[in-house]
């Protein structure tokens, strides 16, 4: 079946640091990726839309500057949170759709920052 | 403005029983309904999703959901419920924002606990 591998699974860094997570399809082309965040009480938002070549559509509230979303390529799309902060520490979570229906998710990265 | 309930916290059903979780939504607009499940040792899931069309959606794992759109609502139900059902359900609605975009919102979650 379709996985979607995600890296790191756990992070910590420093306040004013950036991170990048990495969201790959292994075995199928992901023509789109959804990053969404996950917050402690358990509710999920999603942050952004991206298709392969194109520019991420990110839903109303999320800051493109503060969360950049690359898709380069059909297996891999990225997101780099910028000049984290403490408030940005949560579970993120990535997920991509191809030709066939549904949408496979990867396992998660645990973001601290300290 | 849009929002998305599942009014249960946590649902408690005995193994081959009938279960339903339940999901209210407000949009402005029409809306695109999605149900995910997420199990303790195996990440999120993708169960379904209504856009359009008939108002029985099937999805994985034996669920299906109902659109009923004059009580807002978007229950998951299954007529029979396993043990390995037991995991935290999430509801969301997908809606034209005001001001043009896009915007997602996901319920809080409703736990369901399958007894054998």
């Known amino acids: 079946g379709a996985v979607v591998s995600q890296h790191p699974s756990r992070v910590i860094c420093k306040s004013g640091t950036s991170v990048k997570i990495e969201c790959r399809s292994l075995?199928?082309?992901?023509?789109?990726m959804f990053w969404y965040r996950q917050f402690p009480k358990q509710s999920l938002m999603l942050m952004a839309t991206s298709n392969e070549g194109s520019k991420a559509t990110y839903e109303q509230g999320v800051e493109k500057d503060k969360f950049l979303i690359n898709h380069a390529s059909l297996t891999l799309s990225t997101l780099t949170v910028t000049s984290a902060h403490p408030e940005d520490s949560s579970f993120y979570i990535c997920?991509?759709?191809?030709?066939?229906?549904?949408?496979?998710f990867g396992s998660g990265t645990r973001l601290t920052v300290v | 403005a849009q929002s998305v309930a599942q009014p249960e916290d946590q649902v408690n059903v005995a193994e081959g029983n009938p279960l339903t979780v339940k999901c209210t939504y407000s949009?402005?607009?029409?809306?695109?309904l999605f149900w995910y499940v997420q199990y303790p040792n195996r990440g999120l899931q993708f169960l379904l999703k209504?856009?359009?069309?008939?108002?029985l959606v099937k999805g994985s794992y034996g669920f299906e959901a109902e659109f009923n759109k004059s009580q807002t609502s978007f229950h998951l139900k299954k007529p029979s419920a396993l043990v390995s059902d037991s995991a935290l359900y999430f509801c969301?609605?997908?809606?034209?924002?005001?001001?043009?975009?896009?915007?997602?919102?996901f319920g809080a979650g409703t736990r369901l606990f399958v007894k054998a």
């Open positions: 969301a609605v997908r809606d034209n924002g005001d001001t043009g975009g896009f915007k997602t919102i």
């Open positions: 075995d199928f082309q992901a023509t789109t």
């Open positions: 209504y856009i359009t069309g008939d108002n």
């Open positions: 949009v402005s607009g029409n809306p695109y």
């Open positions: 997920s991509a759709s191809g030709r066939a229906p549904g949408y496979t």
